[in-house]
């Protein structure tokens, strides 16, 4: 048995809801997203976690419905991106059951991502190499303001004539 058959599934589960309960508020969920994603296809792939269906997201993109899969690990439901083929084979469940809500669990963040990352292989050092190397964005149309940066009182420099 390798390492990640090791760690028992409910103790995945509960750390993927964990971290999918903060990606939900912070203020930039992207890498929270990302181990949730790739520890499910994983999950998938070990036939750990079943497909269940497609459902409509409630956060349309561009004012654009689309569909999100639905995820089983353990007694948990996650929805992650569908693939071309998930749209072939699974059925639409139609619109999410808002009344539905999973188990609640108490696990810190640090912990759940702990768990997530042992079992994806995960090693935070490369991600920040990673952000490192990214440009960050900057408009063309942004210009620096210089309120605040102006002498005051003016130094006597200029002569008054």
Known sequence: MNGKQSIPLSEIAKALFTINRHAKTAP????????KKEA?????????AQK???HFSNHPKFSNQHSTLLVKVDDYFFHIP?????FKKLEH?????S?????????????????VYNYINWHP????QHRVSQKRYTSSYFTPSSLG????????TRRNY
């Not at 499910?40 to 750990?48: D, Y």
């Not at 469940?93 to 059951?97: K, N, Y």
């Not at 108490?106 to 991502?113: D, G, I, Q």
């Open 149 to 156: 940066k102006m002498e005051w009182p003016p130094t006597k």
């Open 125 to 128: 050092a490369a991600d920040k």
């Open 40 to 48: 499910i296809n994983r999950l998938l792939n070990e036939r750990r």
């Open 52 to 54: 269940v269906g497609l």
């Open 93 to 97: 469940l139609g619109e999410l059951d």
């Open 28 to 35: 930039e969920p992207k890498h929270l997203y990302f181990i």
């Open 82 to 86: 569908p693939t071309k083929d998930d």
């Open 99 to 115: 009344s539905y809500r999973n188990p609640q669990t108490k696990m810190s963040l640090s912990h759940a991502k702990k768990i």
